[in-house]
């Protein structure tokens, strides 16, 4: 059974929607950053402060890898594990990925909240926006994009994603 893998920019819903996937599904839910914090004993803010970026981005290859090796699980990536091609690769070999498309305004929303847990998210707004800008063309490298925007439920999420997963077995086996 192939894996259900989540991706996109910080503060997507990546794990919120994924969490509602597991329940719906009675999968587990594997949590990359997850992972990560538990392996360190501290958070990812902590992990770039002491350790720095390319550090935690080494750590997210080694997660991302330990994941796709599960089989008919949520996976749920950090927001920069799709800049690795190798972590794209893995993750493509073994599940089907969907990648919850942001907009601009949509990041400029969630930015104050997203500040506290995720460390890129602190930067001024226009440095952030770049740095989506910067990845957008490794987030569409998915097989489905689902565009996330105010007034969808994570359960209408989950619905949207089981919907084109099932279609997807159908068409690729």
């Known amino acids: 059974m192939k894996n259900i893998v989540l991706t996109g920019f910080m503060a997507s819903g990546k794990t919120t929607i994924g969490k509602e996937l597991a ?19 501290m958070t990812t803010n902590e992990i770039f402060e002491n350790f720095g970026e390319e550090y935690f981005r080494d750590l997210e290859t080694v997660a991302c890898h330990a994941a ?14 799709v ?16 990648n919850l498309e942001m907009n601009e305004a949509l990041i400029k929303e969630r930015m104050t909240e997203a500040k506290a847990t995720r460390p890129l998210m ?11 800008n910067s990845r957008k ?23 949207e994603i089981l919907k084109k997963y099932t279609l997807s077995l159908i068409t690729k086996g």
């Open 23 to 41: 329940t719906i599904t009675g999968r587990k839910l594997v949590d990359t950053d997850v992972m990560i914090e538990q392996e360190m004993g």
């Open 122 to 132: 602190s930067d001024e707004i226009d440095k952030v926006i770049e740095r989506f």
């Open 68 to 81: 796709a090796e599960e089989c008919g699980v949520i996976i749920s990536t950090g927001g920069g594990a």
């Open 83 to 98: 800049m690795r091609e190798i972590n794209r690769e893995v993750l493509k070999k073994t599940g089907v990925v969907f």
């Open 137 to 159: 063309e490794f987030y569409d490298d998915c097989d489905y994009k689902i565009p996330v925007y105010d007034g969808q439920t994570p359960t209408d999420y989950a619905a």
